[in-house]
Antibody, heavy 124, light 107 residues
């Protein structure tokens, strides 16, 4: 089955750039899925960051769009997040996630069904 | 953005209890609603998609219902492994948004 593994620095400086990579195993990043990033600040809820479709098209959270880039490397079967101009508010656990959809009752229903274990990022 | 509001924020229950969590959307989302479970220190897990469809491998004591703006997640008989935080998430329109979570604690 598909597994996802995040990697990247645990500590980054304010105003710096966060670079995280998600390695996909047991499946192909070229499959018809959305390869997604979600984060969770300490003690708080989940925030969708953005995703990249297998075609290469990206969708970003409006609140992060100006600082965010998500890209994919099909040769390495991985995708990456780059978040610029970091502040303490970006401190969180970052999850890479597979988004999928299913046709049901005439509609295409999107969901996030495979999650990495998460990586903790502290901005300080 | 569509705002998702869950209630209650937390609840205490005993093993064997029937538990209900409510999620309300700020606008109609048909049945484009998912539920996730997050145990402490773990990644979230998909429980239910399209408001009422059980994800493969999820126990049948979990069920979901609702459409439009009001949704519920029900656990028919709470088990020890169900003590966790539950999140709803709308998949009607991007940006996808989550509720703030409902923590189910041991009574």
């Amino acid at each position: 089955q598909v597994q996802l593994q995040e990697s990247g620095p645990g500590l980054v400086k304010p105003s710096g750039t966060l670079s995280l990579t998600c390695a996909v195993s047991g499946g192909s990043i070229s499959s018809s899925n959305w390869w997604t990033w979600v984060r969770q600040p300490p003690g708080k809820g989940l925030e969708w960051i953005g995703d990249i479709y297998h075609s290469g098209s990206t969708t970003y959270s409006p609140s992060l769009k100006s600082r965010l880039t998500i890209s994919a490397d099909k040769a390495k079967n991985q995708f990456s997040l780059y978040l610029r101009s970091l502040t303490a508010a970006d401190t969180a656990v970052y999850y890479c996630v597979r988004g999928g959809d299913r046709n049901y009752a005439g509609g295409n229903y999107y969901y996030m069904d495979v999650w990495g274990k998460g990586t903790t990022v502290t901005v300080s | 953005d569509i705002q998702m509001t869950q209630s209650p924020s937390s609840l205490s229950a005993s093993v064997g209890d029937r538990v209900t969590v409510t999620c309300r959307a700020s606008q109609t989302i048909s049945t484009f609603l998912n539920w996730y479970q997050q145990r402490p220190g773990r990644a979230p897990k998909l429980l239910i998609y399209a408001a009422s469809n059980l994800q493969s491998g999820v126990p049948s004591r979990f069920s979901g219902s609702g459409s439009g703006t009001d949704f519920t997640l029900t656990i028919s008989s709470l088990q020890p492994e169900d003590f966790a935080t539950y999140y709803c998430q709308q998949s009607y329109s991007a940006p996808w948004t989550f509720g703030q979570g409902t923590k189910v604690e041991i009574k």
